[in-house]
Nanobody, 121 residues
């Protein structure tokens, strides 16, 4: 069984910073992809940043230059450093990973429980 636990959200003023974390644990054979999604009220869930195994990070246009995604592959952990936060960054942020569990053929998509980020103006 594989679990994703994300954390680090909170309330911050515009211009402030937060650091989100996501830890994957359990019977993991291979982590193929890890990324952060967010969903604001009344909006669709969108991919914010991603870091595929062996690949370069990618970001949605609205966060480029402000957010930075990183991974510690040995610990199956991912971080999202969010700087210069804006009110429009307010959303629930979800960790997402594509993982092949031990004993399973083919990758499975997993989600964290979500962490609320609120940016006040």
């Amino acid at each position: 069984q594989v679990q994703l636990v994300d954390a680090g959200g909170g309330l911050v003023q515009a211009g402030g910073s937060l650091r989100l974390s996501c830890a994957a644990s359990g019977s993991i054979s291979t982590v193929h992809f890890m990324g952060w999604y967010r969903q604001a009220p009344g909006k669709q869930r969108e991919l914010v940043a991603a870091v595929p195994s062996g690949g370069s990070p990618t970001y949605t246009e609205s966060v480029k230059g402000r957010f930075s995604i990183s991974r510690e592959s040995a610990r199956n952990t991912m971080y999202l450093q969010m700087n210069s936060l804006k009110p429009e960054d307010t959303a629930v942020y979800y960790c997402n990973a594509l993982i092949t569990p031990i004993g399973v053929i083919g990758p499975v998509t997993y989600w964290g429980q979500g962490t609320q980020v609120t940016v006040s103006s």
